[in-house]
């Protein structure tokens, strides 16, 4: 399995970024996707998921910022994020999920300036 993420950056506060992960070596329509983040000194926490139906989840502090979304022709998930905080700062990594197997992506660093 392997997955590509991409699309992280340095932006200001109130800014949007749209963070994509290509999987690869996997059926990537039977798995359930998912974005996490891990700030320094804090634990990786989950940001948003979708399932292979469509179904998706939210933390609750990017509810109604954030957008996941996928796409199975492509092998690609992605992470639509609106209205970037400071403390959305993060190394971003993408999951790949399948029963009790899952598999991660090598992450990469979104900075949102104040």
């Known amino acids: 399995v392997q997955l590509q993420a991409s699309g992280g950056g340095l932006v200001q506060a109130g800014g949007s970024l749209r963070l994509s992960c290509a999987a690869s070596?996997?059926?990537?329509?039977?798995?359930?996707m998912g974005w996490f983040r891990q700030a320094p000194g804090k634990q990786r926490e989950l940001v948003a998921g979708i399932t292979r139906g469509g179904s998706t989840t939210y933390a609750d502090s990017v509810k109604g910022r954030f957008t996941i979304s996928r796409d199975n022709a492509k092998n690609t998930v992605y992470l639509q994020m609106n209205s970037l905080k400071p403390e959305d700062t993060a190394v971003y990594y993408c999951?790949?999920?399948?029963?009790?197997?899952?598999?991660w992506g090598q992450g990469t660093q979104v900075t949102v300036s104040s």
């Open positions: 999951n790949a999920a399948l029963g009790s197997a899952n598999s």
């Open positions: 070596g996997i059926i990537f329509s039977i798995y359930n």
